[in-house]
């Protein structure tokens, strides 16, 4: 193996290892900085990562795993409401839930929780 496989096999575990910890612990992170932080890595070093190994922003990688979580705490307690799953998500009231919703994913909380309830397989 050379310098250049060596170097693109270990910044590919790398982001690999930022994207578990962004999954495990999303609740907590709410901006790339803190990501970063938790990831022990300059803001700037995990943008060029993300970017280079996922294709997308790392914004918009927490994004679509903050909706993942979302429509995870649905599938699991279907009774639950809007600020129960997003105090559940991490996020701090139902109304934050609303614009992160509509605002990234044109969609409210009653469309998503109807189409996660009655469609096993829902993408975005």
Known sequence: MNNKEIKKKRGLREAQNAALILKSDIRSIRHVQD???KVRCSKTKLNRLIAKHYGIS???LMM???L???IKVIKKHPEMGCYG???ECG???D???YQFLSRNFDTSFSELRIKTLCDSDLQF
């Open 35 to 37: 990501w970063a932080f």
């Open 91 to 93: 996020l701090r009231n």
């Open 85 to 87: 799953v997003a105090n």
């Open 95 to 97: 109304k934050v839930l």
């Open 58 to 60: 790392p914004k918009m």
């Open 68 to 70: 993942d979580s979302i």
């Open 64 to 66: 679509l795993v903050r």
